[in-house]
């Protein structure tokens, strides 16, 4: 967990210059020089010097070996170093699913005796947060309810949360073979958050809530979040990450999704305008969905968009591109709300969030595929900056779709 935190830290430097120098582009401008992988390599020193500690490193998948041979006699002090090349890629890194190296280490109640400078008594203020005592921080931070997430690394069992895909087993839905798909996040749970340091702000996607009265119940967590803390710099506390509604506005997700699809702009492209009833029977069926399912993306809690996240194979767009669709290829569908967070800097944050969402929900996916429609030449233009091109063309009953894809070997990191 210290050597993935240190990545996490290194990562968000700036990016040294990747462009290699060799005899052969010597005459090359740097520009067009070739680039090399940004690499962390690693020492077997200090803490990481455990007889077997590399080769578990290596399991995990957080370090990879230059040498992937058996080697010699291990008993030879000559031959018996064979971890000297050992580094951590940024391409690598990000692919890793977090929630291998992060989870609770301890539970989550806080003892009222516990003396600190920011909780120094159950009775006493803390000069950057809200009047409580300990207890009650924790309760109103961690609310009962159904439709309640702590976020993805929570775990009552102080083990990690992370599990590797089942092996397939395979469906028909509309005469297509596919594997039968996982349940999605339930309700109002916070399946991705990480902090941005380029804004300030915490990025987080779930899953919208249907019923008004669990809807208030998240929008009342207030909890800031706690700049000195260690964890911070790596994925915010929920208290505030966790998406929520702001109390000024007193909306439900349902509220929410109703003034969205009643602005123009947004119902030229979705058609969802109407009546509350109209987003509710909306809502209701990608709840229902077996291939995709709905979420909120949110900054600091408040709601910025609607999203659609679905499997490729059972879509529609599957029987209509080019290039063979693999089993656990996704796309997902797009819609900003809210008018302050257009700006083509958060486009590109969340655009390329969800890209990696994908690709650490199943390490098999290899291609996101989204379809905007042909005149939405700004979304195309953001999908081409996150790195997308553009395979093609296809015909819907509604819209003539470009065809933006991007590929996993392609994908470098997510945009911090």
């Not at 290699?20 to 070739?34: D, F, N």
């Not at 309700?187 to 380029?198: K, L």
């Not at 809502?283 to 968009?305: E, I, N, V, Y």
Request: glycine share 6%.
């Amino acid at each position: 967990m210290m050597l993935w935190a240190t990545l996490w830290w290194y990562f968000h430097l700036p990016e040294p210059n990747r462009h290699l120098y060799t005899p052969e582009s010597a005459l090359t401008p740097e520009a067009g020089r070739p680039k090399g992988d940004w690499r962390v390599y690693i020492k077997q020193e200090g803490v990481l010097k455990g007889r077997n500690l590399m080769q578990k490193l290596e399991r995990m998948g957080l370090v990879t070996s230059e040498d992937s041979s058996v080697g010699l006699d291990p008993a030879d002090p000559e031959t018996q170093n064979t971890w000297g090349e050992v580094f951590v890629s940024r391409r690598t890194f990000w692919q890793l699913d977090p929630r291998i190296f992060l989870f609770t280490l301890q539970p989550v109640s806080i003892p009222n005796s516990l003396d600190s400078p920011r909780m120094s008594r159950p009775t006493s203020p803390s000069r950057d947060g809200p009047t409580s005592s300990p207890s009650s921080a924790t309760v109103a931070l961690y609310p009962e309810g159904p439709a309640f997430s702590r976020g993805p690394f929570d775990s009552s069992s102080h083990l990690p949360t992370y599990f590797p895909p089942a092996p397939p087993t395979y469906t028909v839905t509309n005469g297509v073979r596919h594997p039968k798909r996982p349940r999605p996040p339930r309700q109002g749970e916070t399946f991705y958050v990480r902090y941005i340091r380029s804004v300030g702000q915490t990025l987080s996607f779930r899953v919208p809530v249907l019923r008004a009265k669990e809807s208030v119940m998240l929008r009342d967590l207030n909890i800031g979040r706690r700049k000195s803390a260690s964890t911070t710099s790596l994925f915010a506390d929920l208290g505030s990450s966790g998406c929520r509604t702001p109390k000024t506005e007193n909306e439900s997700d349902l509220d929410i999704l109703h003034r969205w699809m009643n602005d123009p702009r947004i119902n030229a492209a979705w058609g969802v305008a109407g009546p509350r009833s109209t987003q509710e029977g909306f809502l209701r069926k990608q709840l229902t969905s077996c291939f995709s399912f709905p979420a909120l993306g949110c900054w600091d809690g408040k709601p910025f968009g609607y999203f659609e996240i679905y499997w490729i194979k059972e879509a529609n767009i599957a029987k209509l591109v080019p290039s063979p669709v693999g089993n656990w290829d996704r796309g997902f569908h797009c819609l900003i709300g809210e008018e302050e967070y257009r700006s083509s800097h958060r486009v590109q944050v969340w655009l390329t969030a969800l890209v990696h969402f994908c690709w650490l929900a199943d390490n098999r996916t290899e291609n996101v595929i989204l379809e905007p429609r042909v005149d939405n030449e700004k979304l195309i233009s953001s999908l081409r900056a996150a790195g997308f091109y553009k395979e093609g063309e296809v015909s819907f009953p509604h819209k003539q779709a470009a065809v933006m894809k991007i590929n996993r070997d392609n994908w470098e990191a997510p945009v911090i």
